[in-house]
Nanobody
Framework: QVQLVESGGGLVQAGGSLRLSCAAS????????MSWYRQGPGKQRELVAT???????NYADSVEGRFTISRENAKNTVYLQMNSLKPEDTAVYYC??????????????WGQGTQVTVSS
């Protein structure tokens, strides 16, 4: 089994910064990609950022230039550095990873989410 645990969410004023962390653990053979999604009040879940095994990254237009996704492969951990936060960034942020287990089964795994609230 694989588990993903997020941390780092909280309350911050507009213009401030937060750093989210997500650590994967369990019977992992390889991690092909890790991403951050978010879902704001009354909104659909959206993809925020992705980092792939070779290191390439993608960002949603709404966060480009403000957020940075990074990883520490030895720790099976992905980070999301969020700067210049805006009230519209308020959402539950979810970590997800596409993982091949030691049993050679590949699928996406999701964390439970962490709340980010940005006040005006």
């Amino acid at each position: 089994q694989v588990q993903l645990v997020e941390s780092g969410g909280g309350l911050v004023q507009a213009g401030g910064s937060l750093r989210l962390s997500c650590a994967a653990s369990g019977s992992i053979f390889s991690i092909n990609a890790m991403s951050w999604y978010r879902q704001g009040p009354g909104k659909q879940r959206e993809l925020v950022a992705t980092i792939r095994s070779a290191g390439s990254t993608n960002y949603a237009d709404s966060v480009e230039g403000r957020f940075t996704i990074s990883r520490e492969n030895a720790k099976n951990t992905v980070y999301l550095q969020m700067n210049s936060l805006k009230p519209e960034d308020t959402a539950v942020y979810y970590c997800t990873a596409y993982i091949t287990t030691t049993a050679r089964s590949s699928t996406s795994y999701w964390g439970q989410g962490t709340q980010v609230t940005v006040s005006s």
